[in-house]
Nanobody, 122 residues
Framework: QVQLVESGGGLVQAGGSLRLSCAASGRTFSSYAMGWFRQAPGREREFTAAIHRSGNTYYADRVKGRFTISRDNAKNTVYLQMNSLKPEDTAVYFC????????????????WGQGTQVTVSS
């Protein structure tokens, strides 16, 4: 069992930056793929970024070049650095973990955090 707790959300102006953190419980963090998804009101949860246990990273096209996912296995934490934020980035951001693969399909991920709100004003 893995428990995930996100932090770092907030209100920021367009063009600004935020860094989200996701702290994971458990001693096998390094063996999990970790991901970030987001969900805006009235929309489905969508893939944002993921990092495999190997360190390979994957991004949705709409955030590529602006967002960076990273992990610190010593701290059992995954980060999402978000730069050049746009109003359309406004959403609840969720951290996810999976012992198998890093998939863009949210239904394949085993563990989820409670989410953190990111609001980007224009």
């Amino acid at each position: 069992q893995v428990q995930l707790v996100e932090s770092g959300g907030g209100l920021v102006q367009a063009g600004g930056s935020l860094r989200l953190s996701c702290a994971a419980s458990g001693r096998t963090f390094s063996s999990y793929a970790m991901g970030w998804f987001r969900q805006a009101p009235g929309r489905e949860r969508e893939f944002t970024a993921a990092i495999h246990r190997s360190g390979n990273t994957y991004y949705a096209d709409r955030v590529k070049g602006r967002f960076t996912i990273s992990r610190d296995n010593a701290k059992n934490t995954v980060y999402l650095q978000m730069n050049s934020l746009k109003p359309e980035d406004t959403a609840v951001y969720f951290c996810a973990a999976d012992p198998r693969v890093a998939s863009v399909d949210p239904t394949t991920w085993d563990y989820w955090g409670q989410g953190t709100q990111v609001t980007v004003s224009s």
